[in-house]
Each structure stands twice: as structure tokens, then as C-alpha cells.
């Protein structure tokens, strides 16, 4: 879905919102089951927080927040 919004639409900000769903999502999962540093959850975690970065950082005027996300 994501894809499709990038690629074809340039709909950079509805990347951004399902990237922050993603990231509740996980974030939740990963408290409900109370592993603290599950690898695979921590690495889906940083994924998504790569790509929410990059869709802020193809929106104009927000580069700035999109450096504070890839940190």
C-alpha cells in the first residue's frame, strides 16, 4: 500500500501515516508481549522508522524533522 502512495501517487504524507500506524503497531505488540528488545520487532521498528523518515523528507519545507527521524 505504501508503495503504491510513493511510487505512483507521490502521496509522500500517506506513506508518512502508514508508517506511523506501522510503528503503533508494532510498538503495541511489542508491549503487550513484554520482551523488551525483541530483534524482530526492533528491526521492524527501525525500518519503519527509516521509511517514515524518508516520506518526511520528500515533503516540502520538512527536511529538518526528517533528520531528527533518521537519528
Do not use: C, F
Amino acid at each position: 500500500m505504501a508503495r503504491v502512495k510513493w511510487a505512483s501517487e507521490k502521496d509522500y504524507s500517506g506513506v508518512e501515516l502508514l508508517m506511523n500506524e506501522g510503528l503503533k503497531i508494532v510498538t503495541a505488540v511489542s508491549d503487550r508481549i513484554n520482551v523488551p528488545k525483541e530483534p524482530v520487532l526492533e528491526k521492524l521498528k527501525t525500518l519503519l522508522n527509516v521509511n517514515l523518515a524518508h516520506a518526511v523528507y520528500m515533503q516540502e519545507g520538512r527536511h529538518q524533522e526528517a533528520i531528527t527521524l533518521y537519528e
